[in-house]
């Protein structure tokens, strides 16, 4: 099968298939698209983001260190997720908002209470990188809906949920606004270094581009060829990732669409198709 990222170096795709829980649990085929970006001042302070090669490529794993990579390779996020890389001010506070909204939010003085499971990383990230390894993936206390007993009596955590996909699930003391599964286009996020937002923001507006990803498939009643190739359905594309160092003035984005293996023959798809949305 072939995967069609749109054109330019800025870019990398990827298909994948795995389960998703959104809105009912089933096998799905995934696209995933990453860009990576820096990013420029502009009037009024608000930086804007220009693709750019520098970090384009998908990560494939998310290793246990807490500086390590974040993995892309999932198929679906309870919320958006946002993570900032350094920027770090002598404290674990910050807030993140988007569109003047809470986003994500973390108390002065958030440290790791003794849970060696999950790692502090207030020395390294503003909002967090933590690793997707078993001990990592330990439900905080109040998530039960998140875990299940085992035979034995030990609580392990659910052998899929989307939301340990977001990285606020594995960094202590994150609380997060619950604003969606999507960040929106031209959406100006503010990213504060203290809890109660007193601080002047680094300020960064996202692209207002979107994207859209087409099955093709086999029709069976022409030539097997790329032009012949029918359209099986055509899925807008959810950013639903946003990784930013502000210091360095660089980051990635990753936007995602799936779709239920039930609604095509697999032996029949051929390609999928990742383009820029038509207005």
Same mark, same amino acid.
């Given at each position: !099968?072939?995967?069609?990222?749109?054109?330019?170096?800025?870019?990398?795709?990827?298909?994948?298939?795995?389960?998703?829980?959104?809105? !009912?649990?089933?096998?799905?085929?995934?696209?995933?698209?990453?860009?990576?970006?820096?990013?420029?001042?502009?009037?009024?302070?608000?930086?804007?983001?220009?693709?750019?090669?520098?970090?384009?490529?998908?990560?494939?794993?998310?290793?246990?260190?807490?500086?390590?990579?974040?993995?892309?390779?999932? &198929?679906?996020?309870?919320?958006? /997720?946002?993570?900032?890389?350094?920027?770090?001010?002598?404290?674990?506070?910050?807030?993140?908002?988007? +569109?003047?909204?809470?986003?994500?939010?973390?108390?002065?003085?958030?440290?790791? &209470? =003794?849970?060696?499971?999950?790692?502090?990383?207030?020395?390294?990230?503003?909002?967090?990188?933590? =690793?997707?390894?078993?001990?990592?993936?330990?439900?905080?206390?109040?998530?039960?809906?998140?875990?299940?007993?085992?035979?034995?009596?030990?609580?392990?955590?659910?052998?899929?949920?989307?939301?340990? +996909?977001?990285?606020?699930?594995?960094?202590?003391?994150? =609380?997060?606004?619950?604003?969606?599964?999507?960040?929106?286009?031209?959406?100006?996020?503010?990213?504060?270094?203290?809890? /109660?937002?007193?601080?002047?923001?680094?300020?960064?507006?996202?692209?207002?581009? &979107?994207?859209?990803?087409?099955?093709?498939?086999?029709?069976?009643?022409?030539?097997?060829?790329?032009?012949?190739?029918?359209?099986?359905?055509?899925?807008? !594309?959810?950013?639903?990732?946003?990784?930013?160092?502000?210091?360095?003035?660089?980051?990635?984005?990753?936007?995602?669409?799936?779709?239920?293996?039930?609604?095509?023959?697999? /032996?029949?798809?051929?390609?999928?198709?990742?383009?820029?949305?038509?207005?």
């Amino acid at each position: !099968m072939i995967t069609q990222r749109p054109e330019g170096p800025h870019f990398d795709a990827a298909t994948i298939n795995g389960m998703a829980r959104l809105p !009912m649990p089933q096998p799905v085929l995934t696209a995933i698209l990453r860009a990576g970006f820096r990013t420029l001042p502009s009037a009024g302070g608000v930086h804007e983001v220009v693709l750019d090669p520098q970090a384009a490529e998908l990560t494939t794993a998310g290793p246990s260190n807490p500086t390590g990579a974040h993995s892309d390779m999932v &198929t679906e996020k309870h919320r958006a /997720d946002i993570i900032v890389e350094g920027h770090v001010s002598g404290t674990a506070g910050g807030q993140v908002r988007v +569109n003047n909204q809470i986003w994500l939010s973390r108390a002065n003085g958030t440290t790791d &209470t =003794g849970d060696v499971a999950k790692p502090a990383d207030v020395t390294h990230n503003l909002f967090g990188r933590h =690793g997707m390894d078993e001990a990592n993936r330990l439900p905080a206390s109040g998530t039960a809906t998140l875990s299940v007993t085992t035979s034995n009596g030990t609580v392990r955590t659910a052998p899929y949920h989307p939301r340990l +996909n977001n990285s606020y699930r594995r960094s202590p003391g994150f =609380g997060a606004g619950g604003l969606g599964p999507s960040l929106p286009p031209s959406a100006l996020v503010e990213i504060y270094q203290t809890a /109660d937002a007193s601080d002047t923001p680094y300020q960064v507006r996202l692209p207002a581009t &979107t994207y859209s990803a087409r099955l093709r498939i086999a029709s069976g009643h022409c030539p097997d060829v790329p032009r012949r190739w029918a359209i099986r359905q055509t899925v807008e !594309m959810a950013l639903d990732t946003f990784v930013i160092a502000p210091d360095a003035g660089r980051g990635h984005l990753v936007w995602r669409a799936s779709w239920p293996v039930a609604s095509y023959d697999p /032996d029949r798809l051929r390609a999928i198709q990742i383009q820029q949305s038509e207005d």
